[in-house]
């Protein structure tokens, strides 16, 4: 049986007050040592408009990843991330958005291409090339595409790169725009971009739904969405290791709580999208606690910290972002540095098998 706290995928609960009491912001600085000093743990700041999943002046296309990735491109086809390409504009739920918001195209003028579909620059205008594609998860790639496989010059191997050489090679992919696995909150944090929908606008004239509510990482990407081929050269999609599945569950908490703060912060009225928002920020930031008192992680301990000295309320953008920015760096200071192993206290909440999407 699973033990009862919040962290499975419970309704947000009807009775959490918008308004929590605000404690002073300003204490929130204290003891947060921002610079991370081990690998992986830098953003891009190019990378940091939350609206925008990715640039489109960058984007490659996944056709440029298949002559080396095939059986990734295979199993992301099967995805409703593909799908959509082909389904959304048919769909009368996105013809009533659409008319309710005055878009007439889909693929082109509208903001539904941020989150449905892989943009790119053709000739002198944006075009829809994908739906959500291996980039709009991983970055825009075309700065990075040529380092994150270089293993130190055309004739090394990956058995002879040097463990210097490859913490480097991950440091520099990053750096250009990679939301590369290696740190496992930078893949959190993309998932939740878009499964938050931080846009007020479309939730609340739209009629669009205010992102997945029951989004949780390991559940969502570990059953449709796994292509974990590279590790076994290609032969075979790889389950995730119990100690990788305990840092994605974490990683995932740390996201939702950051990426539903972000989406609070921008809400300006007492209807769908404010009320939805702050739910669910307040459910993630309990989540986070019933967590906390298994583990003792002091990452986990700064973050609870921090979200829980900023009021929940409509119209309190500055503070809200500067803390969903803070819990920002600490998600990419636990993706650098957490260690699966020392999580096992948390095993019994990992969603099993049967749950995954
Ligand atoms: C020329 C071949 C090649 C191309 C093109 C390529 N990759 Fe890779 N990719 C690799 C290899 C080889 C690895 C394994 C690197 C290693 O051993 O760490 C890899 C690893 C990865 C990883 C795992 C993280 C890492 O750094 O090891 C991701 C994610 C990834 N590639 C995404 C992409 C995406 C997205 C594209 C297209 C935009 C792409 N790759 C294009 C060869 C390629
Ligand atoms: C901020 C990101 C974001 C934006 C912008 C966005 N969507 Fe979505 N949309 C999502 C996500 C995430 C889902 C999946 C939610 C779920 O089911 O968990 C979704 C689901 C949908 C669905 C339901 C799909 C289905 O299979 O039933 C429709 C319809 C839809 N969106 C239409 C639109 C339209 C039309 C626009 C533009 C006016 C738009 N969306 C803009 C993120 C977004
Ligand atoms: C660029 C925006 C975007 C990103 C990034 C993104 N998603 Fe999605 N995702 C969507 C949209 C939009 C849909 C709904 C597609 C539809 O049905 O038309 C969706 C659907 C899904 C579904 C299917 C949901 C269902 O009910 O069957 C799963 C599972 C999923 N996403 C998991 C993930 C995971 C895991 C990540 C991160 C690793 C992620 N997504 C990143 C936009 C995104
Ligand atoms: C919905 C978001 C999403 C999309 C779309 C996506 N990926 Fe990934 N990818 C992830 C996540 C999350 C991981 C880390 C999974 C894990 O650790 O279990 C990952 C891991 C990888 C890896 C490393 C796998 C390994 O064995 O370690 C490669 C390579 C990769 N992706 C390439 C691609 C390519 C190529 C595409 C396009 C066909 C793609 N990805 C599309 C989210 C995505």
């Not at 943009?119 to 994150?148: F, P, T």
């Amino acid at each position: 049986m699973k033990p009862a706290f919040g962290i499975c995928a419970n309704p947000v609960p009807k009775n959490t007050r918008i308004a929590i009491l605000a404690v002073s912001v300003l204490s929130l600085s204290v003891g947060l040592g921002m610079t991370p000093n081990n690998s992986a743990g830098k953003v891009d700041p190019r990378d940091q408009n939350w609206q925008v999943a990715i640039d489109p002046h960058k984007v490659i296309g996944y056709q440029s990843c298949e002559k080396c990735h095939a059986p990734e491109v295979q199993t992301w086809k099967r995805t409703p991330h593909h799908e959509t390409f082909q389904t959304l504009h048919r769909k009368p739920e996105a013809q009533q958005i659409a008319s309710k918001l005055g878009i007439s195209n889909f693929k082109s003028e509208s903001n539904c291409i941020q989150c449905h579909y892989t943009m790119d620059q053709v000739d002198n205008r944006l075009e829809a090339i994908a739906g959500i594609s291996c980039e709009s998860c991983h970055g825009a790639a075309q700065d990075w595409v040529a380092i994150h496989n270089d293993y130190g010059g055309p004739n090394v191997t990956r058995s002879q790169e040097t463990p210097e050489h490859r913490s480097q090679r991950f440091i520099t992919s990053i750096n250009k725009g990679m939301r590369n696995p290696v740190n496992v909150y930078l893949v959190a944090q993309s998932c939740y971009r878009c499964h938050t929908v931080p846009d007020e606008k479309l939730v609340n004239v739209g009629g669009h739904n205010a992102g997945s509510l029951d989004f949780e990482l390991v559940s969502w990407s570990q059953g449709t969405i796994r292509h974990n081929f590279v590790r076994t050269d290609g032969k075979a999609n790889a389950e995730e290791t119990p100690a990788r599945l305990r840092s994605m569950f974490i990683a995932g908490m740390i996201a939702d709580l950051e990426f539903s703060m972000r989406a609070t912060s921008t809400a300006t009225e007492k209807a769908t999208f404010g009320i939805t928002s702050a739910q669910r920020t307040a459910r993630s930031l309990e989540r986070l606690k019933s967590a906390q008192a298994k583990l003792s992680h002091p990452i986990l301990d700064e973050t609870i910290k921090i979200a829980s000295s900023v009021a929940l309320k409509l119209n309190n953008r500055e503070q809200l972002e500067q803390a969903a920015n803070q819990i920002h760096e600490l998600g990419v200071r636990f993706g650098a540095t957490v260690r699966g192993d020392e999580l096992s206290a948390i095993d019994p909440f990992i969603p099993a098998k049967n749950k995954w999407k």
